[in-house]
T-cell receptor
Framework: GDSVTQMEGPVTLSEEAFLTINCTYT??????LFWYVQYPGEGLQLLLK?????DKGSNKGFEATYRKETTSFHLEKGSVQVSDSAVYFC?????????????FGKGTHLIIQP | DAGVTQSPTHLIKTRGQQVTLRCSPK?????VSWYQQALGQGPQFIFQ???????QRGNFPDRFSGHQFPNYSSELNVNALLLGDSALYLC????????????FGPGTRLTVT
C-alpha cells in the first residue's frame, strides 16, 4: 500500500539556520503531495501542496518540489524563526475517484532555538 | 465563519465501553473525514463520508463506524473500546471538487483505561 516516510525528529536548529526535512513516498498511482504543520495546542494546518511531478509548492518561506524520479517531497526553508517550531507532517492523497483520504508520515518535531 | 468544530474536547472511557464523537464541518463543506492520531504518530485515515454515505475506508476494524447527517455533520462511533484506541481523533471537512482542501478540527482526546 501507499506510505510516507519522514526523517526522525526532533530536529533542533538555531534561528536563521537553513532547514531541510526529508520526505519520501511509496505510491501505486500518481498522488498529490502535501506538507501539514501542527503548532503546539492547535490543529493541523495545510502548509503547502504540489499536485504533479516537478510542481513546487510554497508558503510562508517554505518550499517543496515534487520529485517523481526520487519519489521525494523534501521541505526547505532558507532562514527559520522560533515561531516555526512545530510538528511537520508530509502526506499524500489521490485526486478524483470520489475518495481522497490522506496518508501521513509520522511527523517531524522541529525545535528552533533563539 | 466557524471552522471545523469537534466535541467533546476530552473523554475518558473504560475498556469495553462505547463512545461517540461529533464533528461539525466548516460552512459550505459537504464532506467529512475522520482520522486517528496516536501519541507521537501521524494521523491515520479511518473513513470519509459524503452525501450521508461512507465512500472510502481506511484499515480500521468494524468496531469503528460513522454517520453523516443531512446538515453534513458527522459522528464517529467506536464499540468495545480497547486500550489501543486511546488517541486524538481528528475530523476534517472539505468541499466538493477534486483535491478540495481538508480543514482539520482541533480533535477529541480519547483516553481508554
Amino acid at each position: 500500500g501507499d506510505s510516507v516516510t519522514q526523517m526522525e525528529g526532533p530536529v533542533t536548529l538555531s534561528e536563521e539556520a537553513f532547514l531541510t526535512i526529508n520526505c519520501t513516498y511509496t505510491a501505486t498511482g500518481y498522488p498529490s503531495l502535501f506538507w501539514y504543520v501542527q503548532y503546539p495546542g492547535e490543529g493541523l494546518q495545510l502548509l503547502l501542496k504540489a499536485t504533479k511531478a516537478d510542481d513546487k509548492g510554497s508558503n510562508k518561506g517554505f518550499e517543496a518540489t515534487y520529485r517523481k524520479e526520487t519519489t521525494s517531497f523534501h521541505l526547505e526553508k532558507g532562514s527559520v524563526q522560533v515561531s516555526d517550531s512545530a510538528v511537520y507532517f508530509c502526506a499524500l492523497r489521490y485526486s478524483g475517484g470520489g475518495a481522497d483520504g490522506l496518508t501521513f508520515g509520522k511527523g517531524t518535531h522541529l525545535i528552533i532555538q533563539p | 465563519d466557524a471552522g471545523v468544530t469537534q466535541s467533546p474536547t476530552h473523554l475518558i472511557k473504560t475498556r469495553g465501553q462505547q463512545v461517540t464523537l461529533r464533528c461539525s464541518p466548516k460552512s459550505g463543506h459537504d464532506t467529512v473525514s475522520w482520522y486517528q492520531q496516536a501519541l507521537g504518530q501521524g494521523p491515520q485515515f479511518i473513513f470519509q463520508y459524503y452525501e450521508e454515505e461512507e465512500r472510502q475506508r481506511g484499515n480500521f476494524p468494524d468496531r469503528f463506524s460513522g454517520h453523516q447527517f443531512p446538515n453534513y455533520s458527522s459522528e464517529l462511533n467506536v464499540n468495545a473500546l480497547l486500550l489501543g484506541d486511546s488517541a486524538l481523533y481528528l475530523c476534517a471537512s472539505s468541499g466538493t471538487g477534486t483535491l478540495s482542501e481538508q480543514y482539520f478540527g482541533p480533535g477529541t482526546r480519547l483516553t481508554v483505561t
